[in-house]
Every structure is written in C-alpha cells, then in structure tokens.
C-alpha cells in the first residue's frame, strides 16, 4: 500500500493561493491520486483526480512530478468558504477489481480575513 | 459524478444492539465502499461491498462485526452488530464511478451508550 503523508495543518488569507503536498513515496504504476474537501459534520467532497503531470477544474488544479512521488492540490484566491479538511487518496487497481485505498491523514486549512 | 444517500444520518443505540445503515446511489456502480471516521481523524477503509459476491473486509474488520449486504448496483446496507461504545464513529460510504472517481455520502453518526 502507498504511504501517505500530509502536513496536519496551513493558514492562509484570503485572495491567495493555497498549495497543499501530498507525499507518497512508494506510489506504484497504476495507483490515482484524489483530492478530497471535508466540512465538520459532512461527508469527504471530490475536488480533483489525477494520475501523472497536471490537472486543472473550475475549482483546483493538481500537480503530480514525473516520479509521482508526491502531489500538489493548488486552489487559487481562497475565500473563508475554503477552510476545511483536505485529504489526498491514493487508489490502486489490484488483480480483479479490488482496490487498496489509503487516505492521507488531512490537512486543516485555515483561511483568515 | 455520482449522488449518494445514507439512512439513517445519525442514531443513539444502546450497547449489544445492532444498527443497519443504508447506502443509496443515484446511478449504477461496480465498486462501492464502507469507511468509519473517528472524530478529528481520517478515514479508515471497512470493506469493498461487491454485487453478487461476499464484501472484501480490510484487516482489523470482521464479517461478524460489520456484515455487508450488495443486493444490486444501487445499494448496499453495512449493520454494526453487538455494538460497544467504541464503535461509536462516523460511518461513510462511497462509489466509485466509471472513471475511477469516488463520492461520499453524507455520513451516518452513531452514538452507542
């Protein structure tokens, strides 16, 4: 399974860009990398997949090194609406359709005025 | 994407009873999955409910325990048998889209006494 280290928290201020590091050293071939937002009482929300180089939305964007050792969640001028628990995933396609998942520990984002 | 519903969204139960929470998706899925989420902590992958089969339980998770039921590519339902306090937690499940993707539902909040 891919370890995966995250830093616990980061303070931002509005307007600015955010970049979050998810590091997962021994990532193997197949693995995808995921990106989740999480408000207190609610379930974890997608915010951006991707698997090698870069990855823009609406919302995010997400660089991934050619080794794939570690990715970035960038999210561009965060509002206060942005602080929240962000958490990488990396999923690995097994034999079959088995999957092993693992979460990274999360990131509180706070965001000040 | 995919939109995902859980009953109950929260429930007090006394300990030795057993809960049943049930997973809804708005579209068909090949994978779902059970995750359980301490307060302040990430989440923690119960089982892989597969359609047709026995569900895949991570180790440290019994059939016993956490019996899992698949009965079509819509649903699932995860019951916590014989609770004690310390299976109080969040309980999430999620699907996994064609492209890989996973959405959560919203969360079930159990609270055992």
């Known amino acids: 399974l891919a370890k995966t280290t995250q830093p616990i928290s980061m303070d931002s201020y509005e307007g600015q860009e955010v970049n979050i590091t998810c590091s997962h050293n021994?990532?193997?071939?197949?693995?995808?990398i995921t990106w989740y937002q999480q408000f207190p009482s609610q379930g974890p929300r997608f915010i951006i997949q991707?698997?090698?180089t870069k990855v823009t939305n609406e919302v995010a964007s997400l660089f991934i090194p050619a080794d794939r050792k570690s990715s970035t969640l960038s999210l561009p001028r965060v509002s206060l609406s942005d602080t929240a628990v962000y958490y990488c995933?990396?999923?690995?396609?097994?034999?079959?359709?088995?999957?092993?998942?693992?979460f990274g520990s999360g990131t509180q984002l706070t965001v000040l005025p | 994407s995919a939109v995902i519903s859980q009953k109950p969204s929260r429930d007090i139960c006394q300990r030795g009873t057993s809960l049943t929470i049930q997973c809804q998706v708005d579209s068909q899925v090949t994978m779902m999955f059970w995750y359980r989420q301490q307060p302040g902590q990430s989440l923690t992958l119960i089982a892989t409910?597969?359609?047709?089969?026995?569900?895949?339980?991570e180790s440290g998770f019994v059939i016993d325990k956490f019996p899992i039921s698949r009965p079509n590519l819509t649903f699932s339902t995860l019951t916590v048998s014989n609770m004690s306090p310390e299976d109080s937690s969040i309980y999430l499940c999620s699907a996994e889209t064609s492209e890989k993707t996973q959405y959560f539902g919203p969360g079930t909040r159990l609270l055992v006494l």
């Open positions: 409910a597969n359609q047709g089969s026995e569900a895949t339980y």
């Open positions: 991707g698997y090698k």
């Open positions: 995933l990396v999923a690995r396609v097994s034999s079959g359709s088995a999957r092993q998942l693992t």
């Open positions: 021994n990532i193997a071939t197949n693995d995808y």
